[in-house]
């Protein structure tokens, strides 16, 4: 599956930013669907999963909250609302879909997992 994210900016602390990954092929609602995020000089961190169906998701702890991804399968289009964004949000971040089937946190929040990727988009918060 090919996959786009857009919506991406400069934002100022407190604010809010709505990203989105438009996916393409028709087994979209299969996937697990996950944002990562990449912050300068550190490695790639889980934000964010959902199941197929996205009556099932994962948050990491930083994000708790403040984030909620959903999906909507008919636009084939996964969605990360972010709110009350801080400095440390700032990375690039990435959606990627996962064809396992999971039931656990490990299984959602493991990058490996995911075989295809976005190619990213970068959020910038101001202090």
């Known amino acids: 599956v090919q996959l786009q994210a857009s919506g991406g900016g400069l934002v100022q602390a407190g604010g809010s930013l709505r990203l989105s990954c438009a996916a393409s092929g028709r087994t979209f609602s299969s996937y697990v669907m996950g944002w990562f995020r990449q912050a300068p000089g550190k490695e790639r961190e889980f934000v964010t999963a959902?199941?197929?169906?996205?009556?099932?998701?994962y948050y990491a702890d930083s994000v708790k909250g403040r984030f909620t991804i959903s999906r909507d399968n008919g636009k084939n289009t996964v969605y990360l609302q972010m709110n009350s964004l801080k400095p440390e949000d700032t990375a690039i971040y990435y959606c990627?879909?996962?064809?396992?089937?999971?039931?656990?946190?490990?299984?959602?929040?493991?990058?490996?997992?995911?075989?295809?990727w976005g190619q990213g988009t970068l959020v910038t918060v101001s202090s």
């Open positions: 990627a879909a996962n064809r396992a089937y999971c039931s656990t946190y490990g299984c959602y929040a493991g990058d490996f997992r995911y075989g295809d």
């Open positions: 959902t199941s197929g169906t996205g009556d099932v998701a």
